[in-house]
């Protein structure tokens, strides 16, 4: 029998799916890369927001249409169940977010000829499985590594505690040992993830570990980059500023979803009503040469006229480097579905609008900075036309710009290169490998 796993959503979510293959693969079963060869489908899915969700069923469908056996996992099928099932009766089966090990009962009920078996967790607690290698689907310069799993806050608009339930942190010397393989089969660069990874080590060790645990990673020798996304406001602590402007292998990049800057919008959101003006002063001022990208959301229910321009006004004094703006999406069991009143698409798509035009003026002064100066980049590979794909430190993968490269040698991919840049545009900057 055949297996073969299609995936969507986040990076977290990537590394599920490869948790998944390596278990299937510890049991003796053949994966295969191509969905059409396979007599099992997995689906691995996201239901993040609604549009993710539709993109999830489309390959379900898709997958049952070629007359495969589909199982779904993931998001989607924690949230949706029984109702999922109903829905779509041809599927063969599903788990939870955290049932991944369940995976094997449900091949082996395939392999049965049984009926339809589901295993999903009414209250999910993820467990990482530590004694499974990832079979990684994607190998390149970079990889991602979970820290932890779940989340114990509760914003207004967000389904994940209900998805992946409380905050769960993998032990120090299991993330080491395994930075430590994914460094020896040739990644040059690290990215922590979790759904919060300031928040690394609190359940574990009564507080926050995240600093000892970039002093760990910084010692393993053949690794060039480490880099950590998705930092919540208030775990931004003096220690782990100092960290990452201390330790050379850390890179100097913030990632810190803000959700937006006005103190009565970020209240209904139930998050940090702080002054982020400060914190983002404060970041800068203890880590020098740092890159802060954030993401906000507009159009939340009831976001007024002077609340947005509010928002407009933080984002032009604080000049983020980086910067993703996203459309309220309302989602069914969160507090904001609710919420009156909720604002018409056609606002929030110009809100949206707005915004990203001034951050492309924003990013276009930053970038330019760059030009006639030197930059560590990391080789990615290249276009059709020989073009070399880098990026640098400020940038990290599939989320924010690259660096394009001429050079009169051949480089390899993952290999940390110097580029003097020439050129720049509002996300990608253009130059020369130096000799």
């Known amino acids: 029998m055949k297996i073969s796993l299609i995936n969507h959503g986040c990076a977290k979510n990537l590394v599920d799916a490869e ?128 820290i932890g799993e779940g989340c114990n806050y509760q914003c207004g608009y967000c389904i994940i505690p209900k998805l992946r339930g409380k905050y769960i942190s993998r032990p120090i010397e299991n993330i080491v040992k395994e930075a430590n393989e994914l460094a020896d089969k040739g990644v040059t660069e690290i990215i922590l993830i979790a759904q919060d990874t300031s928040s690394y080590g609190i359940d574990l060790y009564g507080k926050q570990e995240l600093p000892r645990l970039l002093e760990e990673l910084n010692k393993i020798e053949n690794l060039s980059w480490i880099r950590i996304m998705y930092a919540y406001p208030t775990q931004m602590t003096e220690e782990l500023m100092n960290a990452i402007a201390h330790l050379d292998k850390v890179v100097k990049y913030v990632d810190i979803p803000l959700q937006h800057s006005h103190p009565r919008i970020l209240k209904e959101m139930k998050r940090p009503v702080m002054d982020y003006t400060e914190l983002v002063q404060k970041i800068r001022e203890k880590i020098p040469g740092v890159t802060v990208r954030t993401s906000l959301i507009v159009g939340y229910p009831g976001e007024t006229e002077e609340e947005f321009e509010h928002l407009y006004q933080f984002v032009k004094d604080v000049k983020f480097d980086r910067m993703g703006v996203f459309e309220y999406s309302r989602e069914k069991n969160t507090y904001s579905y609710g919420l009156k009143p909720q604002i018409p698409a056609k606002i929030k798509k110009q809100r949206r609008n707005k915004l990203m035009e001034l951050q492309q003026k924003i990013s276009l002064e930053h970038n330019e900075k760059y030009i ?62 130096t000799d």
């Open 19 to 146: 948790l998944i293959l390596g278990i299937l693969s510890e049991n003796g079963y053949e994966i295969t890369l191509n969905e059409q060869d396979a007599d099992v489908v997995i689906v691995n899915t996201c239901s993040f927001i609604h549009d993710a969700e539709k993109e999830s069923v489309q390959s379900i469908l898709q997958m049952i249409e070629a007359g495969k056996k589909v199982i779904i996992s993931g998001c989607l099928s924690q949230k949706h169940n029984d109702d999922l099932k109903s829905a779509i009766p041809e599927i063969a089966g599903m788990i939870g977010t955290s049932n991944l090990q369940d995976i094997i009962k449900i091949i082996k009920n395939i392999e049965d000829k049984g009926d339809y078996k589901s295993f999903i967790q009414e209250k999910p607690e993820y467990i990482y499985p530590e004694k499974t290698t990832r079979q990684q689907i994607t190998m390149g310069a970079s990889s991602y590594l979970k």
């Open 372 to 433: 006639n100066t030197d930059l560590k980049c990391i080789v990615e590979g290249y276009t059709d036309d020989g073009v070399i794909i880098l990026r640098s430190e400020h940038d990290a993968p599939e989320i924010d710009g690259v660096v394009y490269a001429n050079s009169n040698r051949q480089v390899v991919p993952g290999d940390i290169e110097t580029v003097r840049i020439e050129k720049a545009d509002e996300y990608d900057l253009f130059g020369k490998i």
